[in-house]
């Protein structure tokens, strides 16, 4: 089967499900949700921030009210995700209408015996308060956006217990209450889909962006989404998901897999950059203002009197498991007194690392090379070429580096740096980023495995096109769908912020020529140069696409003015340089327009408008230049 054909099979499948779903199943919600929302609609002058802490409280009426504001903004072009947004688009009245008609249709809704829905409902809203609470320290998404995202993020549960009553509560039961993605796996074998793929169709029926689809899609499994490109927003929001469930299910009283929950919050801790005492605090908060949560839900799981040591839990889950891979770890010697002291250091935590030759790097784990000040030569030639997926993970240790020399190494690919001092304490760390990048590399090469045999499950395939609708196959740079999609996320993330964003457009110069005098294949290796000059010149947080046939954008989140200049002539510098086109020998330049986000831009199209007359004013001057968009 080809991929168009699986992919044609893969959509049919969602259609089916979302009609099968709408036919047969009815989200039902806590007692007092909707009498609470009534009372207050009833008032003369009605509270709106009381009224959406009430409606926000539920799940399935947070999903109605989202799919029925989305679909009457068919023209907007951010989709709306929080209850604030969508009670000032509908209008109270038009809320007050859809109450009651839930209220209505909840009264016949039959409940299934043995789904613990007062356990659902606790767990949905714990965890939404969780990650909003976060989210306000952490800084990176809105507070009451990801409110939303996490109470519906498993939602698919009460659609398949709708759907399949008793026969989805048998299951449920079967499975031992320490196993973690268990009920996953069962799910699919039994009915051809698991409950993260169902939330994340209902919500993208409900009209929640992509990121938010993909986020939920891999809540279970955050570091999918690693081997995908640019996807770093969609792992946060899921990790960050991931946290908000293990911290929901560690504060319920009665809880067989606590300490697995201590385990998930740990895990995912450290990747969102929290510390335990934060982490501590946010326990502690959520069981003090629980209680009038649970009076207006009126069917809520007990939750814990007081925080428990979840540390001490969280240490136990640690324990190795005694079928772990070993770490291969060895040492390359630049600095012969720096290896001696590295030695060392490994032999008092009772390891033996090798002594290896620049051949056998490919096969380590983990590299520790003892650097000197010209490191930056002596990697270029010996460590040029290792896969960044399946090489090792590199740590240089010697003199303390400036931030340039830092710079131009990590761009070559080390992962860690450390000074000879700190050293000692801190080569637990990187043992330990070392043991996660070979169990990564493990799932990553069993799943190619899978993947080329056909063996794997159809939601595993569906993550992949998911991907691929939104990945340029040529390039493999993000394409124009996403493009848009994410320019409209980060115009919203830099206006409720007040953050700097910028926007290049490029297209190369006398491209139609290339093609003509060399053909359409020179032409593609063309394009594919180019996006790999566009990937390796992009930082961290950029994002670059392929909108066109010959035209690319790159997305710089808080990017100022100046910078993107810089950036932009850099990469301009560069695509018209004659070493970069030696095996090819086209004439090969580009033309560049940028812009920054200033006060006087309503949206960001304005932007994007931009860039195109700074894209324009750069093919006038005569190409092969950048220029910054100056208003007149």
């Not at 209450?177 to 799910?187: D, K």
């Amino acid at each position: 089967m080809s991929q168009d054909e699986l992919g044609k099979t893969v959509a049919t499948r969602n259609i089916d499900w979302l009609s099968q779903y709408r036919q047969g199943g009815k989200l039902p919600s806590p007692k007092g949700v909707y009498l609470e929302a009534l009372r207050l609609l009833e008032q003369e002058e009605v509270d709106n921030r009381e009224l959406v802490r009430v409606l926000q409280s539920d799940p399935a009426t947070n999903a109605r009210l989202l799919q029925l504001a989305n679909v009457s903004i068919r023209t907007r072009s951010r989709p709306i995700v929080a209850v604030s947004d969508a009670i000032l688009v509908l209008g109270q009245a038009q809320i007050k209408r859809l109450i009651l008609a839930l209220a209505l249709i909840q009264s016949t809704t039959p409940r299934v015996s043995g789904f613990d829905y007062a356990k659902f409902w606790t767990v949905s809203l714990l965890s939404a308060l969780a990650v909003q609470a976060l989210s306000e320290q952490l800084g990176q998404v809105n507070a009451d956006e990801i409110f939303v995202v996490a109470l519906l993020a498993n939602v698919g549960e009460l659609a398949l217990v709708s759907l399949f009553s008793e026969s989805y509560v048998e299951l449920r039961g079967t499975v031992p209450p320490s196993e973690g993605n268990a009920l996953l796996q069962m799910e699919r074998q039994q009915y051809g889909i698991d409950h993260d793929e169902l939330s994340s169709l209902l919500v993208e029926e409900w009209g929640l962006p992509m990121v938010f689809v993909e986020a939920i899609f891999h809540q279970a499994q955050p570091e999918e989404l690693s081997s995908f490109p640019d996807a770093g927003r969609s792992l946060f929001l899921a990790r960050l998901l991931r946290f908000g469930l293990g911290m929901a299910e560690f504060c319920l009283r009665d809880n067989p897999r606590r300490s697995a929950s201590a385990a998930q919050m740990a895990e995912e801790m450290i990747k969102l950059g929290l510390d335990t005492v934060r982490v501590r605090e946010q326990v502690s908060r959520l069981l003090l203002a629980w209680p009038q949560w649970q009076g207006l839900l009126q069917e809520a799981a007990p939750l814990l009197a007081e925080p428990l040591d979840w540390e001490l839990l969280m240490d136990r889950e640690r324990t190795p498991a005694s079928d772990s891979s070993p770490l291969r770890v060895a040492c390359l010697a630049m600095d012969n007194d720096v290896t001696d002291e590295c030695m060392e250091v490994f032999s008092r935590l009772g390891l033996s690392p090798l002594m290896a030759e620049v051949s056998d790097t490919a096969s380590l784990d983990l590299l520790v090379v003892a650097y000197q000040q010209n490191a930056r030569e002596w990697i270029t030639t010996n460590l040029r070429g290792l896969d960044p997926v399946l090489g090792p993970y590199i740590l240089l240790v010697g003199d303390t580096l400036d931030a340039q020399s830092e710079s131009e190494l990590f761009r070559l690919g080390i992962d860690a740096y450390e000074p000879r001092s700190s050293f000692p304490e801190n080569l637990r760390k990187h043992l330990q980023l070392a043991q996660r990048r070979l169990e990564a590399r493990q799932k990553y090469l069993h799943r190619q495995e899978r993947m080329r045999k056909f063996t794997g499950s159809l939601a595993d395939v569906n993550r992949d096109l998911r991907q691929a609708a939104l990945t340029d196959p040529l390039t493999h740079l993000r394409n124009r769908r996403y493009a848009d999609e994410r320019l409209a996320q980060e115009w919203s993330i830099a206006e409720r912020h007040d953050k700097h964003l910028a926007l290049m457009l490029l297209d190369l110069d006398n491209f139609k020529l290339i093609n003509d005098t060399h053909g359409h294949d020179v032409g593609d290796e063309v394009l594919q140069r180019v996006s790999s000059i566009l990937d390796a010149f992009a930082r961290h947080q950029d994002i670059p696409c392929r909108v066109g046939g010959d035209e690319f954008l790159i997305i710089c989140p808080d990017t100022d003015a100046q910078g993107v200049q810089v950036l932009a002539r850099r990469i301009c510098s560069q695509l018209a340089a004659a070493d970069t086109w030696t095996d090819l020998q086209p004439d090969v330049s580009v033309s560049i327009g940028a812009a920054s986000r200033d006060a006087r831009m309503a949206s960001a199209k304005d932007l994007l408008q931009a860039a195109d007359h700074a894209l324009f004013e750069a093919k006038r001057l005569g190409r092969n230049q950048a220029v910054l968009f100056a208003r007149s």
